[in-house]
């Protein structure tokens, strides 16, 4: 059982950087592809980012493509997802997940433990 906890949510300003972390309890953290995905009100819940177990790859969501960067730790058990340039339009609460699968999935159903969430707010 992977228990995940995300941190480093706030309200930030247009234009503004936020890095979010994402600490495992998980002893095998580095058997696991990790994600980020994010959900705002009345939307279903998003791909953003994907890492590779060994972090030697990794996916994007087109909408963060150039302003999002998704890194890991192996050492520390922990994932981050360092976001530059943010837009009032990325405001939502973002969750980490953890996949047993060899490959970077976008699909939510291919991540079977997730963090509580963490909420992400950026002004105009």
């Known amino acids: 059982q992977v228990q995940l906890v995300e941190s480093g949510g706030g309200l930030v300003q247009s234009g503004d950087s936020l890095r979010l972390s994402c600490a495992a309890s998980?002893?095998?953290?580095?058997?696991?592809?990790m994600g980020w995905f994010c959900q705002a009100p009345g939307k279903e819940r998003e791909f953003v980012a994907g890492?590779?177990?060994?972090?030697?790859?990794?996916v994007y969501a087109d909408s963060v493509k150039g302003r999002f960067t998704i890194s890991r730790d192996n050492a520390k058990n922990t994932v981050y997802l360092q976001m530059n340039s943010l837009k009032p339009e990325d405001s939502a609460v973002y969750y980490c997940?953890?996949?047993?699968?060899?490959?970077?999935?976008?699909?939510?159903?291919?991540?079977?433990?997730w963090g509580q969430g963490t909420q992400v707010t950026v002004s105009s």
């Open positions: 998980e002893r095998t953290f580095s058997n696991y592809v």
């Open positions: 997940a953890a996949s047993p699968y060899r490959g970077i999935y976008t699909a939510r159903s291919k991540y079977g433990y």
């Open positions: 890492i590779s177990s060994s972090g030697d790859s990794t």
